[in-house]
């Protein structure tokens, strides 16, 4: 489904007198607190989150999949989805792909069509975690930590064709997540599969280009429930450091046991200067992979205050890549993609309001209870107004959600698509 801007002007002229009007008394308050509006208006325009290729359909569990009619059911359709939320949100650049779901098959075409829509490539991913029908060897047992040589040479030659993918593409960085592991105690020698792990990673490192950078993914367990190899940032961390400088660490919200404190692990990693990049989504248990800000909000907003800090002060670390690696089991996925992309500028909005220095202050001399009301002040203000001028500036709409509920695109999608598509991926 085509948006044209006329869709987007006509709908914001009729709330633009209310948003004027919140977007000045928010500026009046913020004027007296010495924070430049406009700075932060224009943070927010720039800030662009790529959308995974693998998310634009109905995910599922191993318990069941209920369809989200009119889903996306190859990559040029796919792409019009990014491009509809980009048009909508002006928030959504570019589309993470996930090699083999998204194979191009026409790379021209693909990359005109990507260009008329805004839309960038960013990161590509490896999918060494399912068997390909025509594959010769299989991961059952592990992909680049097998203990099998002819396994890991197969592994590691997916992802350096992977890359070669993302070269025609424009892409400038790899994802490498490995569900690498084991299901119960003695199933694997952790030595053997770490040094195998590291040694696959650095014949993959080897043929990476000097412009690219490759993103190490860590996860505690899922699918193997006893131990994964690369199981946390440490892991990573330690792997990153043993490619080299152009490999980072790269943070999967869902990808913590419960009640770490990720903003300390980011932090961390900025000051290393081996943040790479994120996964944004939300959880309550394990990988869930809901909307990001749907249930830890606050834990968002302390995430980007380590950020925040860390891109002011920490410039050994190189520009992020943010990406969203969610699925949607019960809500439309446009729209529930929208809601985590307020979310996220939510979070970094609030997050650009904390008073950095005042903090720093505090903390100097140990005052706890000014440490948290600097903190929470910033959390507690409603951004929305500069999340909506920061659309409004870029051409997107002041309500997105609203828009695309108004105009009824669900339903222009099941008449364009048929009902059965279904969208590979998660
Ligand atoms: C693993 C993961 C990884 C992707 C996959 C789709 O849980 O987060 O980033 O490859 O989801
Ligand atoms: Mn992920």
Redo the contacts with the bound molecule.
């Keep these: 489904m085509k948006l044209y801007e006329s869709h987007i002007s006509e709908f914001n002229e009729k709330s633009i007198k209310e948003h004027q009007n919140q977007f000045d008394f928010l500026g009046d308050t913020l004027d007296k607190k010495n924070i430049n509006t406009l700075n932060v208006v224009d943070a927010l325009a720039k800030f662009q989150v790529a959308i995974?290729s693998?998310?634009l359909g109905a995910g599922g569990t191993r318990f069941g999949r209920f369809s989200y009619f009119g889903e996306p059911s190859n990559l040029t359709q796919k792409l019009d989805d990014v491009g509809l939320l980009h048009a909508l949100t002006q928030t959504a650049g570019a589309i993470s792909l996930?090699i083999p779901w998204d194979v191009p098959e026409d790379y021209n075409a693909i990359k005109e069509q990507a260009k008329s829509l805004n839309l960038k490539f960013d990161a590509v991913?490896?999918?060494t975690?399912q068997d390909q029908a025509n594959a010769k060897e299989s991961y059952k047992f592990g992909s680049l930590c097998n203990t099998d040589e002819a396994i890991r040479a197969q592994a590691i030659a997916h992802n350096q064709d992977v890359i070669k993918i993302g070269e025609k593409l424009g892409s400038k960085s790899l994802?490498v997540?490995l569900?690498d592991g084991a299901n119960f105690p003695g199933q694997n020698n952790f030595q053997t599969v770490l040094s195998n792990t590291e040694n696959s990673l650095k014949s993959i490192y080897k043929t990476l280009p000097d412009d690219w950078k490759m993103f190490i993914?860590y996860?505690p367990y899922?699918p193997n429930f006893y131990s994964t190899v690369i199981q946390d940032w440490g892991t990573s961390f330690m792997l990153a450091n043993a490619c080299g400088d152009k490999a980072y660490t790269?943070v999967?919200l869902?990808?913590h046991l419960p009640n770490t404190n990720i903003e300390q692990i980011v932090s961390t990693l900025m000051l290393k200067g081996k943040l790479g990049g994120f996964?944004f989504?939300d959880s309550k248990y394990g990988?869930d992979?809901v909307t990001v800000g749907s249930v830890k909000p606050y834990a968002l907003f302390l995430i980007f205050n380590e950020l925040v800090y860390g891109m002011q002060n920490n410039p050994q670390n190189p520009d992020l890549s943010w990406m969203i690696?969610a699925?949607h089991n019960i809500k439309d996925p446009l729209e529930d993609l929208m809601q985590s992309l307020e979310a996220i500028q939510e979070a970094y909005a609030k997050a650009l309001l904390v008073d950095q220095s005042a903090l720093k202050q505090a903390q100097s001399v140990h005052d706890v209870v000014a440490c948290q009301e600097i903190l929470q002040r910033a959390y507690r203000t409603d951004v929305r107004p500069l999340l909506a001028q920061a659309r409004l500036q870029s051409g997107g709409a002041l309500d997105p959600l609203a828009l695309y509920r108004g105009l009824d695109v669900r339903q222009t999608l099941i008449e364009e698509r048929g009902k059965h598509t279904i969208a590979s991926?998660?």
Excluded: V
């Design positions: 995974p693998w998310a996930h991913n490896s999918n975690f994802t997540w569900a993914e996860k899922e790269l999967d869902g990808h996964h989504n990988d992979d690696d699925s991926g998660l």
